[in-house]
């Protein structure tokens, strides 16, 4: 009975304890924001990447064609998901600023065509997408990306 008697009382200041620290996080990093000097301890989750649907394989054959269709499958239900964030990179050089292709894709599509006339014939490249979801844009997946060589003839 003596154990008891000290368990609830234990629990219950450990609960309150965690919602101080919470609150006290909370306040220090909203204290530091605007402060470019002091970087605020910002934790960022990551939730599963989409899947790769198409292309897939080694060579993508294109000749002819006007538009060239990438899709993929959501990690989670469109209603979680705010956008994909897809690129098409030279070989597999993925810094950001040297895409070939980018943009920010509505959390409704899972797929885009983007025009044939930006690949040639024999070379590499990347596609590359990230999921992001709604959680105020700060939870998003790891990059998920295939490279392919195209074929136009």
């Known amino acids: 009975m003596l154990s008891k008697t000290y368990i609830l009382p234990s629990v219950i200041v450990f609960l309150l304890n965690v919602g101080v620290g919470a609150a006290q996080e ?20 990551r939730v599963p ?8 394989g080694e060579t993508m054959e294109i000749s002819g064609e006007k538009t060239v269709k990438f899709s993929w499958k959501p990690a989670h239900t469109p209603y979680d998901v705010y ?35 930006l690949f040639r014939d024999g070379e590499t490249y990347t596609w590359y997408i990230k999921q992001v979801n709604n959680a105020q844009k700060l939870l998003f997946s790891d990059a998920v990306s295939h490279t392919f060589r195209v074929i136009k003839k």
Do not use: W
């Open 26 to 45: 909370k306040a220090a990093s909203a204290s530091t924001q605007g402060q470019p000097s002091q970087q605020a301890n910002v934790v960022v989750f």
């Open 49 to 56: 990447s989409p899947t790769l649907v198409s292309p897939v």
């Open 83 to 117: 956008c994909y964030l897809f690129r098409i990179y030279k070989e597999q050089d993925m810094c950001q600023k040297d895409a070939v292709y980018a943009e920010e894709v509505s959390s409704l599509h899972t797929e885009i065509e983007v025009p044939a006339d």
